[in-house]
C-alpha cells in the first residue's frame, strides 16, 4: 500500500473570486487532515502608474488609502476564510504585493511550503492568450507539488444544485 504524503505546510493562493473560493475547502481539507498549517496568501498586483500617485496626492491622503486597502484585505480573509475556521492557530494570513506567480513562488521557498493550492479562472481563446494563468505559470515553475481546482459552478459539477 502507499502512504500519500504528509504536508506539513499548505500554501492556498486567492484572488478573493469565486475560483478562489472554490479551491479553498481542498486547502483547508489538506491542511486539517495533515494537522498542517495553513498559509493563505493573496498577491496584490502593482500597478504601474501607482508610481505617480505621489504627484497627486499627499503622504497623508496616500497612507489613509494604504491602510483602507489593508482594512479590505483583512476584512475579505475574515468573511470568506477565517469565518469558517474554527481553531485558527494553524493558520496564517499574508499579503505581499508584485507579480502574483513570482511572489508565490518566493514565498513558497521562503517559507518551505510543501503544497500548493489554487484555483483556475479556467480562461480559454483568446482571453488565455493575453491575460495568461497564474496557475499556469506556477505548475511550470513549481518546485513542489501543485493542486489546481476548476470552480465547481463553472465546471458544471456543482452538486449543490
Known sequence: MIEYPKYKKVLFCTDF???SDCAFDY?????????????????KSVIPRWTYVDNYMTKE???KLKVTMR????KKYNDQYLSQ???????KTVTKSGREDEEILKFVRK??????????HGRTGIEHVLLGSVAEKIVRRSPIPVFIIPCK???GRDKSK
Open 153 to 155: 459552478k463553472k465546471s
Open 17 to 19: 473570486s469565486e475560483n
Open 111 to 120: 517559507e518551505n511550503i510543501d503544497i500548493i493550492v489554487i484555483g483556475t
Open 61 to 63: 491622503d496616500w497612507d
Open 27 to 43: 486547502a483547508f481539507g489538506i491542511a486539517k487532515r495533515d494537522e498542517a498549517v495553513l498559509y493563505i496568501l493573496h498577491i
Open 85 to 91: 475556521i474554527k481553531d485558527k492557530n494553524k493558520v
Open 71 to 74: 482594512e479590505d484585505i483583512d
